[in-house]
């Protein structure tokens, strides 16, 4: 008894150092929370993005870190649902106290957990588009992709030059559709466009002849898609196979060349604005993005085997404009986020980021160029 | 609204409502063995659809579907036999909830097997702007090889479980489960090969949609809900009933598509099916008789 007693006793003591030891190594640590839609309708977006933010840990962790330290990122699945994306959030802040949040993937989520970052003082930084995240800017909040309102205008320039003024829309009946469709619907009338019906379908919907055929009867001159979702190609083998002849725009949720594919030869000609990652062979050599997406593309592509898309841009922005942030302010939170707030020049994977106070998302309208689609690949439209 | 606008809402609606049958068909055959409804039928019209997908990059398209059709109804065997017959006394509920268990863990095994992106098998003639002109109005020709599949599902069904000692053997399983077994008729084996039977239907079904809806590793729960839906209409058990339910719910939200926003569809679909249902409980074609000899 007396001897089991001294045994654990020594037990105990021998691994006293053990404990601090660990401690100070979790002191030099700066731990990053993920929250992203990896499984699930959204999962297009979730999945690249956490591939790519693991694997840009992994690299800084083999190069030596930031400021020396390490990075150890908590990746959690929401699946795109936003009860999950909430539990998730509180976890990450309350239980693991990150650092910051990178994601999550879709709006809807992401308006959720916006309050709870707020509280907790920590930073976010969305992969999710819409435009609300960041308008009216909550201190703790930024987001790396581009803005719709950016795109919006994008597309109704194009139009204008086509002579096209009657449009239908269709959107999707998530986050990112329903910002989207508002959007359209504010900006139309002050570009000359007149919007002539504009229906949102089920985010899982499989079949979109009917409405179309009330888009058709409308004898609208352009259709507008704005979705993330797979109907995306569905929307445009549809259109073929009624016979509309109108263009097809679409937003740039369309990035994704697995869309393009899905839809065959229905895809050619569809419009849309997009980031360059896309076309990043096809840039000048001197542009100051092109480097960076073009290392981006090898290294994403080498490691995983797929192509890479916009979508695990956005991660790639939002963990770039995170360390930009650390290594200027080191590991305080405060600091670190007035750093971000106040970045210039930083170039990403969307565009040029140049954040301030008022604009925490940091890409002006010139982060997007257009497309289309041409032989079963994305090119410049022209 | 003009004759063509009409002509193409009630082919949109057929379209819709020709995968809704397809897929309904499936939850009957089980049905009709056990009296059960399997909530995994829509992942095994899923795993037919990545199946045959996956197949379709080493051999050719028919063969591709034939042997996702083979595997998946193996697949609906291996189910029966790890979890069905392990069942002690399986009352009509355990075996529900077993299904429903079931479809949760097939659809994060295809999750694991495959990943979350979306796939399609090619169009079976032309390609995605292929399009027919019936009178004015457009019509996929994959939406005819439905039809085709779907109108000789039913008439195999037909004679299946009419003229063949195994289908009526099944039959008399759905009636009486104990009187079948004295009469010497293996149970257990005839509800294996309902699984069997329901997923090859499944697989099918998912190979021919697959080129419409597109396959992911989670499609298949809207499109049990939906088949479902139709199978209640339609009357539980009874495959012609499928294709009349479906084509129902399909112009019921063809046309209300053309009235009212697109959000209401399912709304008004649903709420159609439930006033037809007050009138008639047993569904379209179910019998009341049979129905009242059942337990669910």
Not at chain 1, 37 to 58: H, I
Not at chain 1, 70 to 89: C, M, R
Not at chain 1, 266 to 276: K, L, M, S
Not at chain 2, 216 to 231: H, P
């Amino acid at each position: 008894m007396l001897l089991k007693k001294l045994f654990a006793t020594v037990l105990c003591v021998s691994l006293l150092p053990l404990a601090f030891s660990c401690k100070k190594q979790s002191g030099e640590t700066i731990k990053i929370g993920a929250i992203f839609a990896v499984t699930g309708p959204a999962s297009f977006l979730g999945a690249p993005e956490a591939k790519t933010a693991q694997m840009m840990v992994d690299e800084i962790n083999n190069s030596g870190g930031v400021n020396g330290k390490h990075l150890k990122l908590i990746i959690k699945d929401s699946a795109g649902n936003p009860e999950k994306a909430i539990s998730f959030a509180k976890q990450l802040i309350e239980e693991e106290k990150v650092f910051a949040i990178i994601g999550p993937s879709t709006s809807g989520e992401t308006m959720k957990i916006k309050t709870i970052c707020e509280d907790g003082k920590t930073i976010l930084i969305s992969c999710a588009a819409a435009e609300v995240i960041v308008n009216p800017v909550a201190r703790y909040v930024f987001k790396s992709p581009q803005k719709d309102s950016h795109a919006v205008q994008k597309i109704f320039e194009v139009m204008k030059k086509k002579g096209i003024t009657r449009i239908g829309i269709v959107s999707s009946n998530d986050g990112f559709g329903i910002a989207g469709k508002e959007q359209l619907e504010k900006i139309a009338p002050a570009q000359g466009i007149q919007i002539l019906i504009s229906e949102v379908y089920d985010k899982k919907a499989t079949d979109l002849t009917g409405v179309l055929t009330k888009l058709k009867a409308k004898n609208v001159q352009a259709v507008v898609n704005w979705s993330i979702v797979p109907a995306q190609s569905i929307v445009a083998k549809n259109m073929k196979q009624l016979n509309i002849n109108a263009p097809l725009f679409q937003s740039h949720g369309f990035g994704n060349i697995k869309y393009v594919k899905e839809a065959g030869e229905a895809a050619e000609g569809i419009i849309f604005p997009c980031g360059r990652l896309l076309i990043a062979e096809s840039l000048p050599a001197n542009h100051p993005q092109k480097s960076l997406l073009m290392k981006y593309k090898k290294d994403y592509e080498s490691k995983y085997g797929e192509d890479a898309s916009t979508f695990g841009g956005h991660a790639y922005d939002a963990m770039l404009v995170l360390i930009e942030g650390i290594k200027k302010a080191g590991s305080d939170k405060e600091k670190v986020r007035d750093a971000i707030e106040n970045l210039k020049g930083v170039a990403g994977t969307a565009g040029i980021f140049n954040f301030s106070p008022q604009d925490h998302n940091g890409l002006d309208i010139n982060a997007f160029d257009v497309l289309t689609v041409k032989g079963g690949k994305f090119v410049k439209y022209e | 609204m003009s004759f063509e606008h009409l002509l193409q809402y009630v082919l949109s609606g057929i379209t819709n409502g020709s995968i809704y049958a397809i897929v309904a068909i499936g939850f009957n055959i089980i049905y009709n063995t056990t009296g059960i409804i399997n909530f995994a039928q829509g992942e095994f019209v899923m795993l037919g659809g990545m199946t045959a997908i996956s197949l379709a990059a080493f051999m050719p398209l028919p063969l591709a579907i034939l042997a996702a059709v083979v595997i998946t109804s193996f697949a609906g065997a291996l189910i029966d036999f790890l979890f069905i017959r392990r069942l002690k006394s399986p009352s009509v509920l355990n075996m529900i909830i077993v299904t429903v268990g079931l479809s949760i863990m097939i659809r994060e095994i295809a999750l694991h097997i495959w990943d979350e992106k979306v796939r399609s098998l090619p169009y079976f003639t032309g390609n995605e702007i292929a399009s027919i002109n019936l009178l004015g109005a457009y019509i996929s020709p994959q939406v005819l090889w439905v039809l085709g599949v779907c109108s000789v599902i039913v008439v195999f069904l037909g004679l299946f479980f009419k003229f063949t000692l195994t289908g009526k053997s099944m039959r008399a399983c759905a009636s009486n489960m104990t009187a079948a077994r004295l009469c010497g008729i293996n149970t257990r084996n005839m509800v294996t090969i309902s699984f069997m039977l329901s997923a090859a239907i499944g697989a099918l079904a998912g190979c021919v949609i697959s080129p419409i809806t597109q396959t992911q590793y989670d499609c298949g729960t809207s499109l049990a809900i939906k088949g479902f839906t139709v199978a209640i209409l339609g009357g539980l058990g009874n495959s012609t009933g499928a294709i009349i339910g479906g084509v129902i719910i399909g112009l019921l939200e063809a046309f209300s598509i053309s009235v009212m926003p697109l959000a209401y569809k399912d709304a008004i679909a649903i709420a159609i099916l439930l006033v037809i249902l007050f009138v008639k409980p047993s569904g379209l074609l179910g019998a009341r008789e049979a129905a009242e000899l059942k337990e669910f």
